[in-house]
């Protein structure tokens, strides 16, 4: 049997679809699985033991040299990715995504199957012959293991197989050599990133924040991200020292670090996901998204969100996102205290 799983992006969204991802390789020990998937998240799935073959589309940077002029090179690009989907006969494709540019994908791939989800986003249930319903009260992993569920798998309960190699956590290991933290224990990670500007929170409170956690916790502080230049200008505004590793590691050395910290501080993010995957507690910082669609799965975690009448509003762009701005420096730092404290007395929730 030949499935192919979709999921484009983005990291948390990919990292939600990793358990159904082990429950259908549980439900079909044999068959070769392949998965679709953007090169911003790919790492995550790159030699994955549940999967035999990870797609990557460029959909994204095609868009973009398009708009550049550059049509002859993604004409070329997008004929090998088509070939590379067609090369195999598949039985099955399964759409996670359930948005137009990902039911196109299954639709290409010419797989007699095609199930989705029927509630007709971007009328992407124009494209499945099969279909299941969305309840979009549930966290995000437990509807996408509806689909398993629906193919004959029954997992107990949500498992996140993600494969830390070697290198990956020699790196680790070189990083916390090189800026003397020890074996992590205390370590406090903060990511201050998000991919809406709606999910922001202010530098100057970050600042303030990882003060009151070196000075008064007498714990280490690290930033993490993609981009080292923002957590610079965080930096500059503390009176403490604290380590910025932004851009220093790869998504997978990432979630290692993370399993080696104490607790990570984050807004609404795929470093948030990929903490809770790896079973590090989060305090999540929330405005205009759902904590019960995308929150830190599993317990042990802390949400801070305002209980405002807009809020979730699921809006990318806001003039006053005042979802974010009143959550304050003091109802973090309690949280990250309570959250610390529970785990010392073994009462996590």
Known sequence: MNILVIKLSAVGDVIHTLPSLAALRQRF????????????????????????????????????????????????????????????????????????????????????????????????????????????????????????????????????????????????????????LGDGKNLIAINTVALWETKLWDDEKFARLADRIILELKAPVVFTGSDPSPIELILGRMAAKAINLGGKTSLRELAHLYQRSRLLITTDSGPMHLAAAVGTPVVALFGPTDPLRTGPYGSGHRVIRKGLDCSPCFRKHCKSVICMKNITVDEVFDSVKDLLDSSCSGNDE
């Not at 998965?35 to 973009?64: F, T």
């Not at 995504?97 to 007699?112: C, T």
Request: glycine share 6%; with cysteine; aromatic share 10%.
């Open 29 to 180: 020990p044999k068959a070769h699985i392949s998965w679709v998937v953007e090169e911003a998240a790919s790492d995550l799935i790159r030699n994955h033991p549940c999967l035999d073959q990870v797609i990557i589309s460029g959909r994204k940077r095609w868009l973009k040299d398009l708009r550049r002029g550059k049509f002859s090179e993604v004409l070329k690009e997008a004929r090998l990715f088509l070939s590379v989907l067609r090369s195999r006969p598949y039985d099955l494709a399964i759409d996670f995504h359930g948005l137009f540019k990902s039911a196109i994908v299954a639709l290409l791939s010419g797989a007699p199957r095609r199930l989705g989800y029927d509630s007709m986003q971007e009328l992407s249930g124009l494209f499945y012959n099969e279909k299941i319903p969305e309840d979009l009260t549930r966290h995000a992993v437990d509807r996408y293991l509806d689909f398993p569920r629906h193919l004959g798998a029954n997992p107990k309960q949500a498992e996140f197989p993600l494969e830390i190699s070697e290198s990956q956590h020699r790196k680790i290991d070189g990083l916390f050599q090189e800026y003397q």
